[in-house]
T-cell receptor, first 115, second 115 residues
Framework: EAGVTQSPTHLIKTRGQQVTLRCSPISGHTSVYWYQQALGLGLQFLLWYDEGEERNRGNFPPRFSGRQFPNYSSELNVNALELEDSALYLC??????????????FGSGTQLSVL | DQQVKQNSPSLSVQEGRISILNCDYTNSMFDYFLWYKKYPAEGPTFLISISSIKDKNEDGRFTVFLNKSAKHLSLHIVPSQPGDSAVYFCAASAAGGTSYGKLTFGQGTILTVHP
């Protein structure tokens, strides 16, 4: 069974640009989560989508946005990139039936560098 | 505000000995706790979890202890194996409200198990 897949694996952008990251969940999973891991920090919660709806978002500015498609895949968009957006962006999926207490299955992440 | 803290950035242990990884939290609303481990270039994988109604949960070589009064949890690995060398993250969740579906992670502890 395929795991959570993310693309691209690495990305280099310059300040002010926009970026789109993609995530395909495990088959049968309806919930998709996005986390940011900046260097030396733990994972910071960004967004949670379930059944196509945004269910919760973390303390990030509105230039971080996303969506979930009918096939449950998801995109994370970041506008007006800043240097501090350089981080590993991790996507995770779950069955979505016990939010917060079910185990998440993570992809390998997209490493974003903003120059 | 770091609500989940792993105060030891790294831990080195001899193969066969016990590894004890510690985690402290400040938010008394947290009622479910999880441990994830992460190998380089891979996403975190779920290890073990514990509900706040319990004080211990065991799964093979891994045991998690929860001390609610001290707001402290620990992960014990016995016996430690070289393949356990990874970054270990503790995470916490709270039911409902703005925390719904959100995991709050610690900064991680790098465990190295020497043969």
């Amino acid at each position: 069974e395929a795991g959570v897949t993310q693309s691209p694996t690495h990305l280099i952008k310059t300040r002010g640009q926009q970026v789109t990251l993609r995530c395909s969940p495990i088959s049968g999973h309806t919930s998709v989560y996005w986390y940011q891991q900046a260097l030396g920090l733990g994972l910071q919660f960004l967004l949670w989508y379930d059944e196509g709806e945004e269910r919760n978002r973390g303390n990030f500015p509105p230039r971080f946005s996303g969506r979930q498609f009918p096939n449950y895949s998801s995109e994370l968009n970041v506008n007006a990139l800043e240097l501090e957006d350089s981080a590993l962006y991790l996507c995770a999926s779950s069955l979505g039936d016990r939010a917060g207490i079910e185990k998440l299955f993570f992809g390998s992440g997209t490493q974003l560098s903003v120059l | 505000d770091q609500q989940v803290k792993q105060n030891s950035p790294s831990l080195s242990v001899q193969e066969g000995r016990i590894s004890i990884l510690n985690c402290d939290y400040t938010n008394s609303m947290f009622d479910y706790f999880l441990w994830y481990k992460k190998y380089p270039a891979e996403g975190p994988t779920f290890l073990i979890s514990i509900s706040s109604i319990k004080d211990k949960n065991e799964d093979g070589r891994f045991t998690v202890f929860l001390n609610k009064s001290a707001k402290h949890l620990s992960l014990h690995i016995v016996p430690s194996q070289p393949g356990d060398s990874a970054v270990y993250f503790c995470a916490a969740s709270a039911a409902g409200g703005t925390s719904y579906g959100k995991l709050t992670f610690g900064q991680g502890t790098i465990l190295t198990v020497h043969p």
